[in-house]
């Protein structure tokens, strides 16, 4: 049986030492004491370790039924855990008060996430993909559409879905062919495929909001010619309650390598009653605006399932005993020393815990960054963080997922034959963490959106900042002794980044292939970078506790070793990746089709 | 459902053209004409693809079932496709021909193997355990135990398992506790329980013969008290006739991750009769002789998986149309173009083809040193050969499985969200690559094999062979100038080996656990070296082709292409690698136990 514990004081050492949460308190939100983020996190802990996890691997083994009239069961257990989430008021944590949420930040919504997600990634799916609908309807939604659909997706009465894919379109949503058609009340009636569609059906909710992208008959041909809708399993009368079965149906469950507590439907919408949301042909807009929310969501799958595997290897590597020290025996009374102990052992703990620990830094300091784009009073302070917010995200969605897929299958080594036996949990771990590489697009195209879009959005204001502020850290600290030798590998790392970063700018115009072709390796490259500076600042921070003789100087001492050795062991990387960048798309390209 | 087609011409290239297979003709098993050579591997081609492909995803969905009588059914087909599999000859086509083998070469062998491996993985593990078996008995048996068990096994009559691991002992095969007792006859009684033993038990042959370490009462401690037993599913009668069932049994199968079509057996010996193989407490030596020969064939598993993944990502990258090519249109006629102009597809294509075709050429290599170790009149062609073979094997197992996984799991990305589905088998191909990084010893034992075991082994004797074989190569080459790109980025690959080495040599003796704390790198270093000069040899082989006007010279230049391609973007690892190592031990070690 897999064992799970919420790392609290590692984000609590993350949110307040490092990102220094408390000094945000101008911003509406942050404004609770600390003894009210102790209890928010410990709170979520609680429900995470003792009423999620132990249905993590009874989920997977029984996963989802779909029954003759389209109705879908979850495993046992999952309703009532979803019920204590709900009513624990979870989904609404961060949601606007004036929609019946929490208010509080998006920071801590992210930072009690990760235990849930690591908990048990495929039930958290359910409300998990509702948060981007909820922000989708508050940007895009009319004032009576969000006094209709939110309160009960805030409270998480209703759950909600994304309906993108159709069979012969994923990445390329310009080629749907799902169609609406205006009844002349202002609502339309939407027909079509979708699949791969997360929590499509299922029996934890009363009522499912359906986000639907569809083409209005007579729309422009591409992604100028979408549209999104609201299309609700139920129709709710003006009440609120849900009254009438809409037509749209599971039309099967999808056998897949792993998240199978998750319903992933094949969707049939046949005349269904759908409602405009946002713009007539603005859907892509409108559905960004949900993709970037739920993109971080997915860099957050990454790190948690990458969490737990680690805890359990650790744990593992701790108990199991199989040779003896090279340094000579460590435990001489027992029949063999535990296999921590064993360099290569060792190098695969530190290595997860290594990036596990800059990776919640970084994906904390990027949920802020939301927060202050929304929140702050401050306008060149929201532009500056909604700038970050914007580079960091494909980072975060890419760079976690490929990195936590690995670090899973790390974890899973450790434990020998046992990690390819279901029972111990670990395959699990990395069938469940491999399908985060894959959804909310693609980790090649994150990497696109990045080298695409990111880089030269306003002339490359963003990631001139993104480069000024990590400089200006390694050029502030790089006179402190006990700093040096970590700012040095960081610089090493940014100048990489920023040779990288030039090589595209004079190759990728002139020959756009080379900016893909640098693309995947770019993103690597910039994700080693921003966790080294994670790395960076947390040394910093542990640093700061040590000065202060804080009386649990061990964990501020751990964090310099487990700095030293992502600097050491790590950060290398980023030599051989600017090497591949450099060399350009001629050979990768050169080939015909038909040569493979 | 997936697609397999054997890459015959490929593999002629390399015996032929890169190793020159037919200048060996002065070695037993070689002298067959080069149409033998191609009826073999023809024949093999179509037995793989037309029989064995078409039963690997039934095999995966179905599983093997185990009966209350602890009797095994494989999945259906697996009966008729194992006896085509033996009726053809193939179980023995490297077998003595005085135990009723064909007596070809091994490497022929391997060639074949990686064909049957790619069609079906879970059941070539049948009768793929039975080689090191053979082996096994050919070196420690007596005349009378090669002449009872040999003819069965070379003529897959009956198969063999290896009995190795216990619940608390893998690796550390010093605390194994399954119990020999002399009963007085010369033959023993068995007593014990081994886990994970892959065809412990099935429905394809008429007996099965364990291999199975115990020991003996009164033996010493620790791995110098073990004994190697035979110990047979049924006992022959003298004319070979299995008359009577020994009481070993199956006491169930492990629900795993993948090889769902191989049964992974636990094994009861209840008092099971049993034969001692080789000397008394000498079983490690007599299993390395089995276990060395397994291991090339699970390097051999990686390699096929990884090319049977490629090959179905290759058809779907052409076939499915999404996106427009970033340099304009290439398919205007289409909704969209096929995939594969995408850069970042483009980049996974090249990357498997790159590893595969030089990990074909590194297998066949290495497989050839044995050949020429065991079947070579000159006794210095032998011992440089051995020394080669014991150099290369870890290598060969460690980082073919490890990359073979990793290009599973990019042969499944290119899929997008199907590539997640089990209907398209690419989530199999991933699945069933996994093991192979764990069994035979998993990778990090082998980093461990190579560079405390292999490297100082009579003075560096074998790693100063191959650096010599690889500098000199470099340096013949470097002065033509079609070569040159290639042999400048190997031999700085090999500068960084060499590097490597040297503070290994100069590191490791001070403090083991450096010589722990670089193993894997050094043998992912190792292995890049290796494949680069695959990549060196087999392109100086299609320049050879080029040159003589043959009239395949698309097949030539594509090689150019893609070992540019591996020295590009492969090749700059090997700097990163060697920074990591020269990183040593300290920081990997400095965290107590707790800390993790």
Redesign the interface.
Known sequence: MPIYRAPVEDTLFVLRDVLGYERYNNLPGFAETPEVLEAVLGESARLAETDMHPLNRTGDVEGCARHEDGSVTTPKGFKKAYRQYREGGWVGLAAPVEHGGQGLPYTLHNAVSEYMVSANMALMMYPGLTQGAIATIITHGSDEQKARWLPNMVDGSWTATMNL?EP?????L??LRTRATPVGDGSYRISGQK??ISAGEHDLAENIVHLVLARIEGAPKGVKGISLFIVPKFIPDAAGNPVRRNTVACGSL?????IHGNATCVMNYDDAEGHLLGEVNGGLKAMFTMMNEARLGVGLQGLAVAEAAYQNA?AY??DR???R???GAKAPDK??D?I?V??????K??TM?AFNEAGRALLLWTAMQSDIAHRSPDEPDRQAADDLLGLLTPVVKGVLTDKG?DHA?MA??VF??H?????HGM?QY??DA??A???EG???IQ??DLVGRKLPLNGGRAVQAFFREVGEFCDENRSDETMAPYTKALKKGLNDLQAATLWLMQNGPR???N???A??EYMHLFGLVALGYMWGRMVKAAQARLAAGRDDA?FSQ?KL??G??FM??VM??T??QL??IS?G?D?????P?E??
């Open positions: 894919t012969h379109c994923g990445t390329d310009g080629l699949i791969f999808e056998d897949k390598m792993g650790a590597a701790r005993l199989q040779g020290s090279l340094s029949p063999a535990p921590i064993h360099p290569d052992i060792r190098r703990l530190m815990k897929f299958v899973q080594q020998g034959g990690g390819y036996i279901e029972e395959s990395v069938r491999r399908i590489m894959i959804y693609a980790n090649g990497a696109l020959k756009p292939d900016a893909g072709a693309s995947t061990a751990n070793v487990t030293r050795y050491e062991r290398p990387e030599t051989a090497t591949r060399s798309a050979t990768m390209m050169a080939l089709a040569a493979f």
